[in-house]
């Protein structure tokens, strides 16, 4: 290969990279708030996740079928308990199917906030790989940091940030 063809090589690969919708996508980024997005309760009122600032929120991407994320929502209900209602806890469930979260939910006790997302539409605005994947947003609506599964490490992160 000749070094024009290179060059054209590179420029065709850069004007592709600059106009992919998904390269151009508003991801999460720490300091910003999260991308806009808006689900349903489990009473099918739409709730946005922008009108949830004002105070500490955790928000988590889970399925009810994850042994990591029905690990990681128990702790969350402890911390929950302790610090509501100074702390927001949201859990969007990427389950498919309503009675198996149902199902899920009867099963456990929890007092914080439950959104639906049956079309997986935040996976791509979230960019979410792995579940759980936990936001920590400040009170002034602001992404700190961003968790991928969870451990002690992450439940530890998770109690620091908590901390006054």
């Given amino acids: 290969m000749n070094r024009s063809m290179i060059r054209l090589f590179l420029l065709v690969a850069m004007v592709?990279?600059?106009?992919?919708?998904?390269?151009?996508?508003?991801?999460?980024?720490?300091?910003?708030?999260?991308?806009?997005?808006?689900?349903?309760n489990l009473a099918g009122r739409a709730v946005e996740?922008?009108?949830?600032?004002?105070?500490?929120?955790?928000?988590?991407?889970?399925?009810?079928?994850?042994?990591?994320?029905?690990?990681?929502?128990?702790?969350?209900?402890?911390?929950?308990?302790?610090l509501a209602?100074?702390?927001?806890?949201?859990?969007?469930?990427?389950?498919?199917?309503?009675?198996?979260?149902?199902?899920?939910?009867d099963k456990n006790e929890y007092s914080f906030k439950f959104l639906i997302d049956k079309k997986l539409s935040s996976l791509n605005k979230y960019a979410i790989l792995i579940i759980p994947t936990t936001f920590l947003i400040n009170r002034e609506g602001q992404v700190e940091k961003i968790l991928v599964d969870y451990d002690d490490n992450v439940k530890t992160a998770i109690e620091d940030w908590l901390k006054p």
């Fill in 16 to 40: 592709i990279l600059l106009t992919n919708p998904c390269i151009a996508a508003e991801l999460p980024s720490i300091g910003e708030p999260p991308p806009a997005l808006t689900l349903p």
């Fill in 49 to 82: 996740i922008s009108d949830l600032s004002g105070r500490p929120t955790i928000l988590t991407f889970f399925t009810s079928w994850s042994d990591t994320c029905k690990q990681e929502l128990s702790d969350l209900q402890s911390f929950y308990k302790g």
């Fill in 85 to 105: 209602p100074s702390l927001e806890v949201v859990a969007i469930s990427l389950d498919r199917k309503s009675k198996t979260l149902q199902e899920f939910l």
